[in-house]
């Protein structure tokens, strides 16, 4: 995994270059990744695919049975990584109560009309047809929430909002708050 200029925010094609200066290399693709999440600050269970691949019993995912060798002992932490807002809410889901509170901060994808130029890349690259061509809205009912157009959009126009309104004014003052 070539890691010397890695990308960080929300990727991509919105994300920023981090230089985390690391290759890493292994035989076991899972091990791998499992090191590699960790680096950013994360679990496997917080990573769909990568739980997906434990649960198949397809390599090696706990740390414990990994052995790091080259210039470190230890897995090293990227400092300051962001990660994309997405995965930033999307914490293990244990309890129905802890879904709820999950779902109250959701977000979800809305085109900002006035950074759009009507490129048509996101109506063009949504799997379910969910973006009117005319007007960019989305159509909560029909999107999956892949994020293909947040992705996409080279004019940073598809931004994440949070679904419920109540949650964007609470999310706001926190940020300005620890900011
Ligand atoms: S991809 Fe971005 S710029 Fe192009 S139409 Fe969609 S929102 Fe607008
Ligand atoms: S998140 Fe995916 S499904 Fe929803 S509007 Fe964007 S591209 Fe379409």
Do not use: W
């Not at 997405?86 to 809305?110: E, G, H, Q």
């Not at 950074?115 to 973006?131: D, H, L, M, T």
């Amino acid at each position: 995994m070539d890691g010397i200029f890695a990308m960080q925010g929300e990727g991509p094609t919105a994300g920023e270059v981090y230089p985390a200066n690391k290759i890493l290399i292994s035989t076991a693709p899972l091990a791998l990744d499992t090191v590699a999440i960790n680096m950013l600050g994360m679990e496997i269970e917080e990573v769909p695919i990568l739980t997906a691949a434990r649960q198949r019993k397809i390599g090696e995912s706990k740390l414990v049975n990994i052995s790091i060798d080259g210039d470190y002992k230890d897995i090293p932490k990227l400092a300051n990584f962001k990660l994309p807002k997405r995965y930033k809410s999307s914490k293990k889901r244990n309890s129905k109560a802890l879904v709820k509170i999950i779902d109250f901060f959701k977000t979800v994808p809305k085109v900002n009309r006035k950074k759009c130029r009507n490129c048509n890349v996101c109506v063009e690259s949504c799997p379910v047809g969910a973006i009117n061509l005319d007007t960019k809205q989305i159509d909560y009912k029909v999107c999956i929430e892949c994020m293909c157009c947040h992705e996409l959009c080279m004019f940073k126009a598809v931004e994440l909002r949070k679904r419920n309104f109540l949650a964007g004014i609470l999310a706001d003052i926190s940020l300005r708050k620890y900011s």
